[in-house]
């Protein structure tokens, strides 16, 4: 970028709709799960068994009582057949549940999350705010709050590293999610799988190119709760992040730190690749607050 | 391990909250608690002092409680507060005679009206630096004793006692009856030169001076908690706008903030000497540490800021919460011609125009609401310059970096769009929590928990910065639009409106 000016200003031009970027990715195989044994039609017009997916969920939010598949198949008319076929899909997506007892249907969990799992980016800075400050005075390092958006990292969020000298708001600015502790803290916990086993570019040594490792790693990253990069997309840089949950549980960001490996590792042997333990303990607290502050936590 | 944290209590208009620091002057703890708005006929507004008392009291303990910690690992308490609101109470059994009068309620209107009638609303500007109006403490203080009936009598004997918020909560705290200057200076009682109750000034008010607290320094120890904080120095009051200035650490002359919250302050110190504004500005009273010379600063008082994005979001019904206003807003390059001048209750400083009322201007076919949004956010920095060019114009000094905190501080597209209107860069400092901070400062300083401001400027911190990047001409067009569109504004309200 050209002028401190212009790349404030361009940085901080968030991406058209990124808002909902998020949950609005529908992976189109999932699509065609619906449509196997169906006749597939392949040209505009309404798909029938979309329609047909579609009146028994608006059925079963109708009402607060559970639905039979007879009961189901009798209010819309269809062949029970079809009815279960239609069901059995909906519950392996997680749109509808059925009852243990009674075999009946309700409406599913994930169903609940699509609708509202999405925070503006702009109200979660404005929650994060005081939280990502304290932040960045404790670890005194540069604080970055992050979404993802299109199988990249979105800067929501960027707090000057507190020992002003001259920085630039990285505002607007995509970072590559493999290779940033941002980005890990995301991927292992998207209910989508928005990995591109493909698009994994190495930038230094360091980074991790392997689908299968990273896939190894992230499920280390969603067990233990944080994530770090340590010289992973820039060499002699470190970050390392945490998960913001809401009130579902549902991950809605990451926030995390980053500088230069000296302060953010220990001095000797395996400690030197390792991001200092206080440090990881402020970035953890900092995201339970938020996480507070959005209803994750009762307390 | 005691005394390692500093707490403030942050008595708003909307809610209380106590925030925990450390030494780097960092959040540790925060509770807030929100009080009951009382609207018992239109332009009135009340708070019942006692539930705040009791809502302070639960926020201290609930941010101590957060931490797990208790009132002895604090060195001080520090109070900052809604400037204006009015209490009297019995100073026998404690209990306030009438609910609070909150700085925005009007219903001194008309006897403001009669007192500028007697030589106009800057009569007595060049004492106390305000001009008549409804806001300040002293027209409430006149009504609640012409109103509630048998008060003027026992206020006359001490047995009824006034306090702005600050004054109330260290009353019950601790027991004694003082106030502190910034707060004293925004009651048109206080003279702004002996820093002292004026005579001229109180018998024009009508107020007995037997009623009002000792005005003492914004850092000092008041006095020790009673009751459950047992033994807490209560070390700092400072009215909300000085605190963030405090907070700002703009500790030497031409060094100014300003706070964007529901209306929008911009404060500069001016150093050891009042600066009489011939432009529309307040005088006030910036801090007192101590022994130590008084510092005064000019104020600009913008009403409508954030309160025009909550009225979008109620009464329009355009987005869900506050800060979405910026995602609506960057779904369009800019404000496609339209300007909104948010004069819902007439225009504030520079213009001080109670006769008008607000506009949309430059409508037309194209214009969507995105382009609204826009215009919402622009208001705010368009009323900034006008009031920094009016400050400019008093102080004689340009301004060069404007500090800003406040919530929506949060905004990048209005931050920068601030920036870009005023040409000068724009600081966020990395607690925007800098009204608190302020009080906790102050409060640190009189205990000894912080030994100087320097080591107070030693913790501010930039946490972010927009730079100017607007081409000349395209901010000096849009200027020149806002500035009609407020003169659209003026002139509205007729002798017969009600």
Known sequence: MDGRNGRAAGADRTPEGVGRAAWSKVDPASFDNVERGCTVIRMPGPIQSIERAAAILRLLASGARKMGVAELATALGLPKGTVRGILRTLQHVGFVEQSQDTGKYQLGAALFHIGSSYLD??????????????????????????????????????????????????????????????????LANDPLDQLDDAGLVGFTPATCTDPERLREMLAEVRARGWASDVEEMVEGEVSVAAPIRDRRGVTVGAIGISGPIERLCGMTGEDARTPRVELVSYVREAARAISRDLGAIPW | MSHRYIAAIDQGTTSSRCIVFDEAGSIVSVAQKEHRQIFPKPGWVEHDAEEIWANVLDVVHGALQKMSITVHDLAAVGITNQR???????????????????????????????????????????????????????????WLLDNVPGVRERAERGEVLFGTMDTWLIWKLTGRHVTDVTNASRTMLMDLATLD??????????????????????????????????GLPVASALGDQQAALFGQTCYAPGEGKCT???????????????????????????????????????????????????????????????????????????????????????LFAPHWRGDARGVIAGLTGYITKGHLARAVLEATAWQTREVVDAMNADSGVELTTLRVDGGMTANNLLMQFLSDVLDVPVVRPIIAETTCLGAAYAAGLAVGFWPNTDALRENWHRAAEWLPSMEAGVRERGYRKWQKAVQRTMDWIDEDDE
């Open chain 2, 197 to 230: 109750w004026d005579d001229e000034l109180l018998a024009a008010m009508g107020v007995p001076r037997a009623m009002l607290p000792e005005i003492r320094s914004s850092a000092e120890v008041y006095g020790h908690a009673t009751g459950t904080l047992a």
């Open chain 2, 84 to 142: 204006e609101t009015t209490v009297l109470w019995d100073a026998e059994t404690g209990v306030p005679v009438h609910n609070a009068i909150v700085w925005q309620d009007t219903r001194t209107d008309q006897l403001v009206r009669e007192l500028a009638a007697d030589g106009g609303q800057d009569r007595f500007r060049a004492k106390c630096g305000l001009p008549l109006a409804t806001y300040f403490a002293g027209p409430k203080i006149r």
């Open chain 1, 121 to 186: 980016v702009n109200e979660l800075r404005t929650r994060a705010l005081n939280w990502s400050d304290s932040l960045a005075a404790r670890s005194k390092e540069s604080v970055r709050i992050g979404t993802l958006h299109e199988g990249q990292v979105l800067v929501v969020h960027h707090v000057f590293r507190p020992d002003n000298s001259s920085q630039v708001l990285e505002v607007g600015a995509l970072l590559p999610a493999h290779a940033s502790a941002l980005g890990k803290v995301l």
């Open chain 2, 260 to 346: 964007y919250g529901t209306g929008s302050f911009l404060l500069l110190n001016t150093g050891e000497q009042p600066v009489q504004s011939a432009n529309g500005l307040l005088t006030t009273v910036g801090y007192k540490i101590g022994d130590q010379p008084a510092t005064y600063a000019l104020e600009g008082a913008i009403a409508v800021t954030g309160s025009l994005v909550q009225w979008f979001r109620d009464n329009m019904g355009l987005i869900a919460s506050a800060p979405e206003i910026e995602t609506l807003a960057r779904t369009v390059e800019d404000n496609g011609g339209c300007y909104f001048v948010p004069a819902f209750a007439g």
